[in-house]
RNA sequence: GGCCCCAUCGUCUAGCGGUUAGGACACCGGCCUCUCACGUCGGUAACACGGGUUCAAUUCCCGUUGGGGUCGCCA
């Protein structure tokens, strides 16, 4: 049988890290196998659910580069694959559970229920609201609205065993007899997600470690329909360094905002690869080495957390690698972050030509365009505390002399720019020391920047000579 | 509180009875050096605790402690 998994958003909000993750790891195994990735969106909480979460959650995939075989905007034989527009399959599997006595319709409201559950919490506030079951017995079928319920067993357990967890075991009296439809004929979580799984022929079920408290009357579930449960793996938690779920109050979270940080989609996904799972001491990967590599066999079962510092670290080696991103991808990245931060005069060839100049050193495409911005500014911003200590009238007669050197220099390369320069300093009896930082600060306006001799080679002769003309004309005085 | 789950450096982790407990990020030094990086060399740093099992436990079992998840007509 070939593998089939799924990954099922409510479309609520942003994409969140760790519901990326969960994506990938499903992601992966379907790769790997050969299988199926069916996307499903699961928008039957009608508060909360909008159409532009569906499309950020779409359009987030798609940066990432985690592609669906079945599901919205590409379709499948399982379809539609939006729950909304499946409400009557529901409605159906819910009436054969009733017709079958697996399940009953209960006409308690929703108020009279809490009610009971606030007067049971005002006793005693840690107890665990049962529903009393007081429509079971019913059966008269007033016109009123109701829910449909499950009719859970009482006694006994589920057992399973989880890909990552090994045999989990849950007492059936843990269970009430839960809502598998609500009034209004939309199903809750538990239910829609077996029905569309069933339907679908999910085989492996792999979601958060926050869903395994589901996992057992989802089973109960696949039992009363008589269908074939699937595998399942649980995946530790992502947790914020204080322990704490991951939220917005502990930085970034979402996918969009590290796509707008500049960050590589495949970092994203290798740092998110190896929270929870690991290859022996491999911590960079590419897509390929992912998929290959990829299995439950090594994901962790203790909760994780996230370490922004260390995902940073990956992106940089993401950047910094030609294997991991190739030239013309880094440019197509870096031009939009250029464009964005109104850098003037842009042309892909010479974004194309100045990269090597900071390759090794950018962290993310927002930092790469920052340290790519003097190429293109004229003239550059300038740092003024970087201007008052290095273009004072000290370095004037100096760089009027680096000017001349300059004009002097016949091909324009980096290793003749650089042999003119020696040759001079030599002259002199100067160092390098004594000029790279007036230079430096003339050139790019700042007094951090790729290697001198490359700045020169990259401005070209005249916008070099131009930036060095006028601090050694008019030095600033002390 | 009930039910479920977890436990190796600060963090992500390797380890699947016998290791000087390894790697990565972070941190601290040295080297390289025109700045910033990169690179490189080295350093600090962990098996929660208590019982078993065993010739031998980080590793297997039990308990304690600690942490997390979940108890909705949310997902």
Redesign the pocket.
């Known amino acids: 049988m070939t593998t089939r998994v799924r990954f099922?958003?409510?479309p609520?909000g942003y994409l969140h890290i760790g519901g990326v993750r969960t994506a990938l790891f499903n992601w992966l195994w379907a790769r790997k196998t050969g299988g199926a990735f069916v996307l499903r969106i699961?928008?039957?909480?009608?508060?909360?659910?909008t159409a532009e979460s569906v499309r950020v959650i779409l359009d987030s995939l798609s940066w990432l580069g985690l592609d669906w075989d079945e599901g919205p905007g590409k379709g499948g034989p399982f379809g539609p694959y939006t729950?909304m527009e499946r409400l009557g399959l529901y409605k159906e599997w819910a009436e054969r559970l009733v017709r079958e006595g697996k399940a009953y319709r209960?006409?308690?409201?929703?108020?009279?229920?809490?009610e009971q559950?606030a007067l049971l919490k005002a006793r005693d506030p840690?107890?665990?609201?049962?529903?009393p079951r007081t429509c079971l017995k019913r059966t008269d079928q007033p016109d009123l609205?109701?829910?449909v319920r499950f009719k859970s067993p009482d006694a006994g357990?589920i057992s399973y065993r989880?890909k990552v967890?090994?045999?989990?075991?849950?007492?059936n009296?843990?269970q009430?007899d839960?809502?598998l439809?609500?009034?209004?004929g939309?199903?809750?979580?538990?239910f829609?997600?077996v029905v569309d799984d069933i339907q679908m022929g999910i085989t492996l079920v792999a979601r958060?470690?926050?869903?395994?408290?589901?996992t057992?009357p989802q089973i109960m579930l696949y039992e009363a329909f008589d269908a074939k449960i699937p595998d399942f793996a649980?995946l530790?938690?992502m947790?914020a360094?204080s322990?704490?779920?991951l939220s917005k109050r502990h930085g970034a979270v979402s996918v969009g905002e590290y796509q707008a940080q500049g960050y590589s989609p495949r970092a994203v996904l290798n740092?998110l690869a190896?929270?929870?799972?690991?290859?022996?001491?491999?911590?960079?990967f590419s897509l390929d080495e992912l998929v290959a590599a990829f299995d439950w066999?090594?994901?962790?079962?203790?909760?994780?957390?996230?370490?922004a510092?260390?995902?940073?670290?990956?992106n940089?080696?993401h950047l910094?690698t030609p294997r991991l991103t190739g030239e013309d991808e880094y440019v197509d990245r870096l031009l939009p972050f250029l464009a964005a931060r109104g850098v003037p005069g842009l042309v892909r060839e010479r974004v194309l030509h100045v990269l090597p100049l900071i390759r090794?050193?950018?962290?993310t495409f927002v930092d790469a365009a920052d340290?790519l911005d003097f190429v293109f500014r004229d003239p550059p911003v300038v740092d003024p505390a970087a201007a008052a200590k290095f273009l004072g009238p000290a370095s004037a007669p100096l760089l009027r002399e680096l000017i001349e050197v300059l004009r002097g220099v016949e091909l324009w390369t980096v290793q003749a720019i650089?042999a003119r320069v020696q040759a001079w300093l030599e002259d002199k009896k100067l160092?390098?020391?004594d000029?790279?930082?007036p230079?430096?600060v003339a050139l790019t306006g700042?007094?951090?920047?790729?290697?001198?001799?490359?700045?020169i080679e990259a401005l070209g002769r005249d916008r070099a000579i131009a930036r060095l003309t006028s601090p050694a004309a008019s030095p600033t005085s002390p």
């Open positions: 099922a958003p409510s609520t699961e928008d039957t909480d009608q508060e909360r659910s729950q209960c006409y308690c409201t929703k108020e009279e229920l809490e559950r840690k107890a665990t609201f049962r529903y609205p109701f829910v357990s989880d967890f090994g045999l989990v075991t849950t007492p009296a843990a009430q839960f809502v439809l609500r009034s209004d939309v199903p809750l979580y538990n829609g997600a958060g470690r926050d869903h395994m408290v589901n057992p649980h530790p938690m947790l360094q322990g704490e779920k740092y190896r929270f929870g799972w690991s290859h022996g001491d491999q911590e960079v066999e090594h994901c962790n079962k203790s909760d994780g957390k996230f370490d510092k260390k995902f940073l670290a990956i940089h080696e910094k090794e050193r950018a962290t340290r650089e160092q390098i020391k000029v790279a930082q230079a430096r700042r007094t951090a920047s790729p290697g001198l001799y490359e700045v």
